[in-house]
């Protein structure tokens, strides 16, 4: 979202400082801005598919779908068009108001090209938002994404671009900035983020925030993921991520990126409710839903369920995925009499 009241040139120092704040102060200032920009009892959700699983020649250290690590997956050649539209049907009726397609390719073939452009096609005449996250794009297949209506594309940069050179040694991170381009180029929606816990530093987690808030459009959607641990994975034996450094993360995203929806990604499924609660008081308003996300296990839908009343969050609704400012304000105002109300006691 180009905006000129975006700030997009933070330094590191500023957003160390950020980072360093007493717990309370740096999510009070998280929820000052969450509630400028976003409605705080709101969360979009998406439904993740596999369309294709297994064999990537890539080598992130993290991926279970990595031809390179012996990891106990299904293996699954591109999917037919029918199972990806039954699958659709049903995120849909769950109440998903995106649909995102995820392929363990390097980059995009021409002839998987043609199968991926009718698959958004279809999700898309479902009334869904479509994202497909497919590993590296060229200029022309971006553009070839959007003209069959794709709404979003998910290309995460994982973490600082020095780290970067110790997760994934088959591409570069000027590879995936590089597909990021062709995305923004062609006015597909950017969805980019990251995975904490592949043993990087809280200064490579700074970084990496820094690199995604200074693009010269913000991405509209950052998921931060938090490491799975899967068997056969270099990284299967690697530390928990301390839960209060991953909450600040997200306070980061959410004060350096006002307006972009930042994603509690991966990894929930092992997060207790308070954890995620406090992710959500940090900024975090986006999450996948379905029990399953490519090859590992997501929260159950009903435990989702039960979470989201128990905390009185609603979720977006297909007409109502982007904000609306008014219903904001209102919100605030109710706000600013109860405050009223509570100096007055
Ligand atoms: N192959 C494509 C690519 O790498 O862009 C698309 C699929 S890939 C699985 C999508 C993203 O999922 C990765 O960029 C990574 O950030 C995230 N991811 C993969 N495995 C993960 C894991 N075990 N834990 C957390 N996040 C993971
Ligand atoms: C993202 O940032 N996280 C999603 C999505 N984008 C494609 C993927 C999570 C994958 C978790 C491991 C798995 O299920 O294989
Ligand atoms: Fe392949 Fe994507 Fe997994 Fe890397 S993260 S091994 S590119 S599927």
């Given at each position: 979202?180009?905006?000129?009241?975006?700030?997009?040139?933070?330094?590191?120092?500023?957003?160390?400082?950020?980072?360093?704040?007493?717990?309370?102060?740096?999510?009070?200032?998280?929820?000052?801005?969450?509630?400028?920009?976003?409605?705080?009892?709101?969360?979009?959700?998406?439904?993740?598919?596999?369309?294709?699983?297994?064999?990537?020649?890539?080598?992130?250290?993290?991926?279970?779908?990595s031809?390179?690590?012996?990891?106990?997956?299904?293996?699954?050649?591109?999917l037919?068009?029918?199972?990806?539209?039954?699958?659709?049907?049903?995120?849909?009726?769950?109440?998903?108001?995106?649909?995102?397609?995820?392929?363990?390719?390097?980059?995009?073939?021409?002839?998987?090209?043609?199968?991926?452009?009718?698959?958004?096609?279809?999700?898309?005449?479902l009334?869904?938002?479509?994202?497909?996250?497919?590993?590296?794009?060229?200029?022309?297949?971006?553009?070839?994404?959007?003209?069959?209506?794709?709404?979003?594309?998910?290309?995460?940069?994982?973490?600082?671009?020095?780290?970067?050179?110790?997760?994934?040694t088959?591409?570069?991170?000027?590879?995936?900035?590089?597909?990021?381009?062709?995305?923004?180029?062609?006015?597909?929606?950017?969805?980019?983020?990251?995975?904490?816990?592949?043993?990087?530093?809280?200064?490579?987690?700074?970084?990496?925030?820094?690199?995604?808030a200074?693009?010269?459009?913000?991405?509209?959607?950052?998921?931060?993921?938090?490491?799975v641990?899967?068997?056969?994975?270099?990284?299967?034996?690697?530390n928990?991520?301390?839960?209060?450094?991953?909450?600040?993360?997200?306070?980061?995203?959410?004060?350096?990126?006002?307006?972009?929806?930042?994603?509690?990604?991966?990894?929930?499924d092992?997060?207790?409710?308070?954890?995620?609660?406090?992710?959500?008081?940090?900024?975090?308003?986006?999450?996948?839903?379905?029990?399953?996300?490519?090859?590992?296990?997501?929260?159950?839908?009903?435990?989702?369920?039960?979470?989201?009343?128990?905390?009185?969050?609603?979720?977006?609704?297909?007409?109502?995925?982007?904000?609306?400012?008014?219903?904001?304000?209102?919100?605030?105002?109710k706000?600013?009499?109860?405050?009223?109300?509570?100096?007055?006691?």
């Amino acid at each position: 979202m180009k905006n000129k009241d975006i700030k997009n040139n933070w330094t590191i120092d500023a957003l160390q400082e950020i980072y360093d704040l007493p717990f309370n102060d740096l999510l009070w200032k998280a929820q000052e801005i969450h509630r400028k920009h976003h409605d705080a009892n709101k969360i979009q959700i998406s439904t993740l598919m596999s369309i294709k699983t297994g064999g990537c020649p890539e080598d992130c250290k993290y991926c279970s779908q990595s031809i390179r690590y012996d990891t106990d997956i299904n293996l699954e050649k591109t999917l037919p068009l029918v199972d990806i539209i039954n699958q659709a049907q049903q995120a849909k009726k769950n109440g998903a108001s995106r649909f995102c397609m995820g392929a363990a390719w390097r980059n995009l073939t021409q002839r998987n090209l043609e199968k991926v452009k009718e698959m958004v096609r279809e999700v898309k005449a479902l009334g869904l938002e479509t994202c497909v996250t497919l590993g590296m794009l060229t200029d022309s297949q971006a553009k070839e994404l959007k003209n069959v209506g794709l709404d979003y594309y998910n290309h995460n940069l994982d973490t600082s671009e020095e780290y970067y050179k110790e997760v994934v040694t088959t591409r570069t991170y000027q590879d995936r900035l590089d597909t990021l381009q062709h995305v923004r180029d062609a006015g597909v929606k950017v969805c980019s983020g990251g995975i904490l816990g592949l043993g990087e530093e809280n200064i490579d987690r700074i970084k990496l925030i820094q690199v995604l808030a200074n693009l010269e459009t913000q991405p509209e959607s950052v998921p931060i993921n938090r490491l799975v641990r899967v068997e056969g994975t270099p990284y299967y034996e690697n530390n928990d991520v301390d839960e209060f450094d991953f909450i600040r993360v997200i306070a980061l995203a959410r004060i350096a990126m006002p307006k972009s929806y930042v994603r509690l990604s991966a990894g929930r499924d092992t997060m207790n409710d308070h954890m995620q609660s406090l992710c959500f008081l940090a900024g975090a308003n986006s999450i996948f839903y379905g029990e399953e996300l490519l090859t590992t296990k997501n929260s159950t839908i009903k435990h989702d369920q039960d979470l989201l009343r128990k905390l009185k969050i609603k979720t977006m609704s297909l007409d109502n995925s982007s904000n609306d400012s008014e219903d904001i304000n209102i919100k605030e105002s109710k706000l600013e009499n109860i405050n009223i109300a509570i100096k007055n006691i």
